[in-house]
């Protein structure tokens, strides 16, 4: 199964409120995916990168900031939760951040201006409280929860999947045709970290978008060249899109009103929205692309 | 009028309620508030029974039900009234996958619009939907009628037996073994008196209907290389 949740903002007085709005979402999903849970949240652009990294062990982040220091030459702030840590990082600095990291066993789970990422195994609502998802504000922002089908319950193999600054992908379906994209993204040196289909789909739309695609194109490249089901939520710097495979047999639903775009797999993710009784809501259509940028 | 407030009543207990209710002979008229999306509400009801919900209700809203009237003042999530028995089901709004999906027998109706895979394998049921329909609808349809005021999507009536497919609009593929069928007094009869029945503002002769070729029927040895 798995339930994905979005939510776009289209007025700024909303923003304090948008982790609020999505961790009610996201729990109301906890029927549809109950083995782990994570959300992509898009906050102020910051000045540099901010690299979101998980342990399974927090005494992994113990001393972390001074040794960046000392291995940068700059001082990296550091802000702790719970298993995560989000780093801010001067942009010319990014590829000694990562290969420091990498060196210290940490996971990126994502780097970008605006976007970071909080994944756990686990209920929704208990990944939502470690995180603090609920005091979290931004522009938009996607969450996942996952009833894992296609590669074990783990914490790299929840979702959101972010293979590119800024963008991450969440994904309830299988995908069919993963091992063979794989290969094909490997030849043009998109590489993957995990086993998990969905990652696939990530890589291949941040990789099209890498080659000059418009986020649109991408997700219309999602109809022709990934084989299997889909219904696809993604997120950039200042979009969000949403795609579904021909067949369309995964559930989808959306809300408009003058203050916010919604997604979810059920009307029930909605009810608590304000203003949905007045709200135009529709179910997207199958092979059609949706996308809103600001 | 009694009414049951689901943000109060756990969903076993409404439904309890209710299939306790139409059970009975003469009962009042229900009201359900604040479904919130719910599944499975007002499932299984089994007398003469009119339930409003007011408000979208999420999968299989009005499931098997026999003899009752459920009106929702909302949407309907997937799977709504499937595999009705009789009885009538209104939908203010529109309706997800595979609306009607079984269905032996009763009336659906759809104000909005209907997404793919509505009436697949329905088996008697009439189904009028006031909007427009998805991919697939009325696929393997055994009996019953499909009447759509608006568009058809692609695939109508793919491998279709013995149901009766009525659309006004545009039909963007038809399945396989589907086929437009003359239009003959007794289709216009049936359409007339379902458009009445649906408080639908269409006249029969703007329809046209599609049925089952036939030739699916049976196995066909000239075909054997295409399985």
Not at chain 1, 31 to 45: F, L, Q, T
Not at chain 1, 162 to 185: F, I, K, P, W, Y
Not at chain 1, 218 to 246: C, I, N, Q, S, Y
Not at chain 2, 53 to 64: L, P
Request: glycine letters at 12%; a negative charge; proline letters at 4%.
């Amino acid at each position: 199964m798995c339930g994905i949740v979005g939510l776009f903002l289209k007025k700024d007085e909303l923003r304090p409120r948008l982790g609020d709005m999505l961790t009610d979402m996201l729990i109301t999903m906890t029927d549809r995916g109950p083995d782990s849970a994570g959300i992509a949240i898009y906050g102020d652009a910051a000045d540099g990168l901010k690299f979101t990294v998980q342990s399974d062990d927090p005494a992994a982040f113990d001393g972390l900031a001074e040794a960046l220091e000392t291995t940068l030459g700059v001082s990296i702030p550091v802000t702790l939760k719970d298993t995560h840590a989000v780093l801010l990082v001067p942009t010319e600095k990014e590829a000694a951040a990562i290969e420091a990291l990498e060196a210290r066993d940490l996971r990126i789970m994502g780097i970008g201006e605006a976007m970071e990422i909080f994944k756990e195994v686990g209920l929704p609502k208990d990944v939502a409280e470690r995180f603090g998802l609920r005091e979290m504000g931004g522009s938009h922002g996607i969450g996942h929860t996952r009833m894992a089908t296609e590669s074990a319950v783990t914490t790299l193999g929840a979702h959101p999947f972010s293979t590119a600054e800024d963008q991450c992908l969440v994904h309830n379906g299988s995908l069919s045709n993963h091992n063979d994209m794989r290969r094909r993204l490997a030849k043009k040196g998109v590489f993957t970290k995990t086993e998990n289909d969905t990652e696939v789909g990530a890589a291949y739309i941040s990789s099209r978008i890498a080659e000059g695609a418009t986020l649109g194109e991408a997700l219309e490249g999602t109809l022709k060249d990934l084989d299997g089901f889909f219904t696809f939520v993604t997120g950039t710097k200042t979009g969000f899109g949403v795609v579904r495979d021909p067949i369309a047999c995964k559930p989808a639903v959306m809300a408009e009103t003058d203050d916010y775009v919604a997604f979810a797999s059920e009307y029930r993710a909605f009810a608590d929205l304000p203003g949905i009784d007045t709200a135009r809501v529709w179910e997207p259509e199958p092979a059609t692309v949706y996308f809103w940028e600001r | 009028m009694p009414t049951l407030d689901m943000s109060q009543v756990e969903l076993r207990e409404v439904n309890q309620t209710l299939q306790g209710a139409a059970g009975t002979q003469i009962a009042e008229p229900y009201e359900i508030i604040n479904p919130r999306g719910s599944h499975a509400v007002a499932c299984g009801l089994n007398g003469p029974l009119t339930v409003t919900v007011k408000g979208s209700t999420g999968y299989y809203c009005a499931g098997m039900n026999k003899d009752a009237t459920v009106h929702v003042e909302g949407s309907a999530g997937p799977g709504v009234a499937e595999n009705m028995m009789s009885g009538t089901v209104v939908i203010d709004g529109d309706a997800s996958q595979y609306a009607g999906a079984t269905g032996h027998g009763g009336l659906l109706v759809i104000k909005g619009n209907a997404s793919s895979r509505c009436g697949i394998s329905m088996k008697g049921i009439d189904i009028v939907v006031h909007g427009n329909i998805g991919h697939m609808s009325a696929f393997m349809a055994q009996k019953g009628n499909l009447v759509v005021l608006g568009d058809a999507g692609e695939a109508l009536g793919d491998s279709l037996y013995e149901a009766r497919l009525f659309v006004r609009g545009s039909v963007k593929s038809l399945g396989a073994d589907c086929i437009e069928k003359e239009m003959r007094p007794e289709h216009l009869k049936v359409l007339a008196n379902l458009l009445e029945k649906a408080g639908a503002d269409a006249k029969p002769e703007e329809f046209k209907r599609y049925g089952s070729a036939r030739k699916l029927y049976n196995f066909n040895i000239d075909h054997a290389d295409e399985y």
